[in-house]
């Protein structure tokens, strides 16, 4: 049984003002893996107070000194890298394999991101005669889900430390273990004390207590988009700055000249992969009208490949996170026969032979309608929607119904209508025929996904603030030319 009873507060593990159990449970068993205690306002004002302290002089770091920081960081994190895969896959279900070569490792790739775009950011800058400067923006709140538990944890705390802020991290009570594990990383790396700071708690409380908090100057949050709605409410009062990374219901758009069964079954896979609980799965399938039934053979093959089971198994996928969210996924299913869909693979229930556990069967609707629940719910579970279209203004017209807006898919061939097909989909990533991962690329979503963006350069700007410095004199002779310059060119 793990045990993660105390907090991380002014580079000290502490207790709780007033201790409250917290069952951790193994979704793969349905049985107790482990037990956190769940904070409350008065530790959140007692972890804010901390991060208000060190911002003092973790702000005023040099960009040499958080190198150093980051370069210590990953050099702690690559020994724990076995220990954080054990963690996710008891708390939310990861495949062994997976991980530790997905999950895991990416927190590692977001560190080395940071630290690469941290060694050559452009902090000021001459603009005219006036000195433009990027601070950092105070104590952040950071808040994250249990789908990803370290890939949102890395991708909020890594950009923040390279920026200078400092923070308080509510993770997941679903997916407390791995953050434990982050937190005693950041520990070991010898982060200064009050700079990182990890209070465990639900959302309603502690959750709300740090996006309200008038010491807190930014929140990043991760999650559902109603649960984003109330972060930003909460927040509004205290005009705080909130970044957003929400829900999503991505269009795959499998275009004429693609290899229509390559296609599906890339696309089933990509649904299915993290049993879909990934907010940027390519959950709706465009295909061709015309190629409806070519595409239902092989999104059912491609269904019936994939195993569910015990994460320590070698099954291909495990179970979803929780008891609620494999009722939800079985009511939307539900859902979706009652509306007329047809159902290619899959259903309702668990996988054959697997008789506990919060395993969801990989499921496939074809002749799916875009005013369908199962069309316009983010479902979170391996589930895929296959609709048809009639042409590419069509495809272009039903991707973009959605009130989403995180990540677009285009399998095709031909480059120029690609080209145009991404220039029009209102999301903030355009997959093509599904190339390898790019940390670099930021990630973040239009509409209801949410705004900000995180991965690479481009997450600094949620953790900076911009200062603009009219008549700054030069403090040394590069500085010198370069205001003389200006000058000359504004005349």
Request: proline share 7%; glycine share 8%.
């Amino acid at each position: 049984m793990r045990e993660s009873l105390k907090f991380y507060i002014d580079g000290t593990w502490v207790d709780p003002t007033e201790p409250k159990r917290w069952e951790i449970i193994n979704p793969a068993t349905e049985q107790p893996v482990g037990v956190i205690n769940l904070g409350d306002e008065s530790d959140v004002d007692i972890a804010v107070a901390a991060a208000r302290q060190a911002f003092r002089s973790y702000g005023r770091t040099s960009r040499n000194e958080r190198i150093e920081l980051l370069e210590s960081i990953i050099a702690a994190y690559q020994l724990r890298s076995k220990d954080l895969a054990e963690a996710i896959t008891d708390e939310m279900g990861a495949p062994s394999p997976m991980a530790l070569n997905q999950h895991a490792l990416i927190g590692y790739v977001h560190l080395w991101t940071a630290l690469e775009a941290l060694r050559t950011y452009k902090f000021e800058e001459l603009r005219g005669a006036t000195w433009v400067m990027h601070e950092p923006v105070g104590v952040c709140a950071l808040i994250t889900p249990w789908n990803w538990p370290i890939n949102q944890v890395a991708a909020k705390v890594a950009p923040a430390l390279a920026c200078g802020c400092t923070m308080v991290l509510k993770p997941s009570e679903y997916s407390p273990f791995s953050a434990q594990i982050w937190t005693e990383v950041m520990h070991a790396a010898g982060v200064p004390a009050g700079v990182f700071n990890l209070v465990h708690g639900d959302g309603p409380t502690v959750g709300a207590a740090l996006s309200s908090h008038p010491d807190v100057d930014m929140v990043s949050f991760t999650g559902s988009t109603r649960a984003g709605v109330e972060v930003a409410r909460n927040a509004a009062p205290t005009v705080k700055r909130v970044h957003q990374e929400l829900g999503g219901k991505s269009a795959n758009i499998i275009l004429e000249d693609a290899d229509i069964a390559e296609a599906v079954v890339a696309g089933v896979k990509a649904v299915t992969h993290n049993s879909g609980q990934s907010c940027n799965a390519p959950s709706r399938m465009l295909v061709p009208a015309s190629k409806m039934a070519e595409a239902v053979i092989a999104a059912r093959a491609a269904a019936d490949s994939i195993k569910a089971g015990d994460p320590r198994s070698g099954a291909d996928i495990g179970p979803v996170v929780s008891k609620v969210q494999y009722e939800r996924i079985q009511r939307l299913i539900e859902q979706g026969i009652s509306e007329g869909a047809t159902l290619v693979a899959g259903g309702p229930g668990r996988p054959e032979g697997i008789d506990r556990g919060y395993f969801v069967r990989p499921t496939v609707f074809a002749n799916v309608t875009n005013d369908m629940a199962i069309a316009r719910e983010e479902i979170f579970g391996p589930v895929l929607s296959i609709l048809g279209y009639e042409d590419v203004e069509d495809a272009i017209e039903i991707a973009n119904d959605s009130p989403y807006g995180l990540a677009g898919y285009i399998q095709g061939k031909d480059p120029k209508v690609i080209a145009d097909i991404a220039a029009r989909l209102r999301t903030g990533q355009v997959v093509i025929n599904h190339p390898q991962p790019d940390p670099r690329a930021p990630f973040g979503g239009y509409k209801q996904s949410g705004n900000g963006r995180e991965w690479g350069d481009l997450a600094f700007e949620g953790f900076l603030e911009i200062k603009a410095m009219l008549g700054h004199p030069p403090r040394d002779a590069q500085e010198v030319e370069a205001h003389a310059d200006a000058l000359e060119s504004a005349k």
